[in-house]
């Protein structure tokens, strides 16, 4: 069964067969963690996130439409998740400025300082252009499956990854 | 640089690029020096980027753990994908509603299901109502006097089966000794709402029987996703918050619910296919969607005498394809309920938004039998019912709805399970529960201080929480007992109540030497024995 395509998985757990989902999960849990971490940066959270997003998924699995990607349709649902859990994050918490107020060259920093600075540059993104980052980098998706994921059209997705990478371009290389 | 130019250098980067393209970038980045130093700056934080990639460690087992979490849920809820309802892509509206319907619908829904929520609550039976002799138990230290209006056999028989199957059901007893129902009953707010002649005017009006009677009713309350809601904190939170309680007590709201338009829209096929559409669900829990509600422009905007002007506009009408919702829109009640101030302070609150956001109200408000409920003529009639409003804008509502212990209730799990049990609907549907609930003496009975008291008296709650208590109502013989017509009739004669009204019984069984002689185990043996039954 790990060989079928996501869409036979889908047709064979609509037909009552629920192993066919575990497959679907044992496919993509890393990935819908990866995103669900990249956004609210807490791995409790992302973990909850992936576990109820899995859940939902598998409730509305009749909702699916076979004409999208079934991964497309899996990250709309995390990355919904994940964005108002960061909302509701973000009303309770004071949000922690956490800046790095040194002034270190980027040639100068360590590896470690760097990818901890960048880490830092894409939290502070607008959400709209972290997932962007995110799906792109991360999960390397190719921009049509980016807009099918957000349900957005390409020219969208293009600058909204431009406008990201240059946002990133000013805080971090400029540094 | 032209935005075709940017975008083919971005492009090149991630691989996206035809031939051709490809070879129209590398000819830029050799004549231009600006293209080359944007592709470089580009490509240097996309390295970075994808570099990022590996500093995400994925927990161990987190496949295991969500496929655990997918199997509890099934075994929880007989939950299956083959039969889960299907919408029909044809049933949605049309995009031009969804972004004023949405909003209306939201508020409407909301409203709706906090609604629903309390009367569930209120109309809930309370263990009072088969404890007419109040003196069972070893643990009774005193009875309390039991002044109230007697029912009679024309309110309600003991043997319905529907009440035996509620009392004797172990969820029944799980709620009852949980302890938020005892909390909830000493709570003052709940004593004066159960004694408000609103609240007795909504149980007696035939209205409210029908809805609670209907089959619609009976699905919603075992509706998972009803019972999620109802437990969520976001639910609680909404409901004991100032600005819901100011809403409910607007005139405004109370109009509206009244009118026939809000009526009309609510059994409209157009206003449930929208409520169970996936674009509405997605739209409900789109953050930007949240933002925008809750932004102080947006109220603003729905405050001004314009906006109003442009709802009720004929060529707005025309817009909006559905009928039902051009007639709510378009009247004087809703206009001025938009415009009110309480309208727009729930709207703008964090706990109406966070409500918004739960996964739960989504899947409510997708719900075929949420819809049909409210799509029910039943529900309709229940809204425009003048004791319905008039419930709703009294202030003992609005103290109960707020109070943490009807919250405590609410979302505690006895109480989403008891709704949810096939013998709560089917005392909810049976014609003797609406005989008894629109009675006149039960009315009475419910509006009695002495009714009030009781159940707010310590004395009551430590009986009602006993184990003797319990068990007693859930042994055969009191079923046995109170299924004997000679029992019922006893109930009924005018030489019963006469019994129980006057000062001379009441004073026995206050007495401690009654208290003693019932906790005596030598007296428990004798009742029992095969003599004492011969005599």
Known sequence: MTDNSDLELVENCLNGNKKAFDVLVERYHEPMFRTAYGIVKDAELAKDIVQNGFIKSWEKLHTYKSEYKFYSWLYRIMINESLNKERQKKNHDELQNQVVDDNTPYQQMSEAERKSALMHCIDELPPIYKVVIQLRHFEEMSYADISESLELDEKTVKSRLYTARMQLREKFLNR | MKQRILNIIQAEI???????????????????????????????????????????????????????????????????????????????????????????????????????????????PQPNQGDVAGTIGTDVERADRFRGAQMT????????????????????????????????????????????????????????????????????????????????????????????????????????????????????????????????????????????????????????????????????????????????????????????????????????????????????????????????????????APSFSRLMASPDFSRLSASPEFSRLMSSPDFSRLIASPEFSRLMASPNFSRLMSSPNFSRLLASPDFSRLAASPEFSRLSASPEFNQL???????????????????????????????????????????????????????????????
Do not use: C
């Not at chain 2, 206009?335 to 309480?342: F, H, K």
């Not at chain 2, 003693?516 to 095969?530: E, Q």
């Open chain 2, 14 to 124: 991630d691989g996206e690029n035809s031939p051709a393209e490809s070879r129209e970038v590398k000819k830029l980045l050799e004549n231009n020096a600006d293209a080359k130093s944007l592709y470089e700056d580009l490509l240097q934080i996309s390295k970075e980027l994808s570099s990022l990639k590996s500093e995400f460690e994925i927990p161990e087992n987190l496949s295991g753990q969500i496929k655990d979490g997918i199997s509890d849920r099934s075994e929880l809820q007989g939950f299956s994908t083959n039969n889960i309802h299907k919408i029909k892509k044809e049933e949605v509206m049309p995009e031009s509603n969804k972004f004023f319907s949405g909003k209306k619908t939201l508020i409407v829904a909301a409203a709706a299901i906090a609604l629903i929520a309390v009367l569930v609550y209120i109309d809930f």
């Open chain 2, 153 to 384: 056999h024309d309110d309600i028989s003991l043997d319905d089966e529907e009440f035996q199957q509620v009392l004797q059901s172990d969820i029944f007893i799980g709620l009852v000794e949980s302890g938020e129902l005892q909390a909830l009953a000493q709570d003052e707010s709940f004593v004066n709402l159960m004694a408000s002649p609103d609240f007795n005017q909504l149980f007696a009006s035939p209205d409210f029987n029908r809805l609670i009677a209907s089959p619609d009713f009976a699905q919603l309350m075992s509706d998972p996703s009803f019972n999620e809601l109802m437990s969520s904190p976001e639910f609680s939170q909404l409901l004991a918050s100032p600005e819901f309680a100011q809403l409910t007590a607007s005139p405004d709201f109370s109009r509206l619910s009244a009118s026939p338009e809000f009526s009309e829209l609510m059994a409209s096929p157009e206003f449930s296919y929208l409520t169970a559409s996936p674009d509405f669900n997605r739209l409900s829990a789109n953050p930007s969607f949240h933002e925008l509600m809750a932004s102080p422009d947006f109220s603003r905007l729905l405050a001004s005498p314009d906006f109003n002007r442009l709802i009720s506009s004929p060529n707005f009408s025309r817009l909006m394809a559905n009928p039902d919702f051009n007639r709510l829109t378009a009247s004087p009640d809703f206009s001025q309920l938009s415009a009110s101030p309480e309208f727009n302070n729930l709207m703008s609150s964090p706990d109406f938004s966070n409500l918004m956001a739960n996964p739960s109200f989504n899947q409510l408000i997708a719900n075929p039998d949420f819809n049909r409920l409210l799509a029910s003529p039943d529900f309709a009639a229940l809204m425009a």
């Open chain 2, 473 to 535: 109502i859930a042994s055969p013989n009191f079923s046995r007992l109170m299924a004997s017509p000679s029992f019922n009739r006893l109930l009924a004669s005018p030489n019963f109540s006469r019994l129980m009204a006057s000062p001379d019984f009441n004073q026995l069984m206050s007495s401690p030497n009654f208290s003693r002689l019932m906790a005596n185990p030598n007296f428990h043996r004798m009742v029992a024995s095969p003599d004492f039954g011969q005599f």
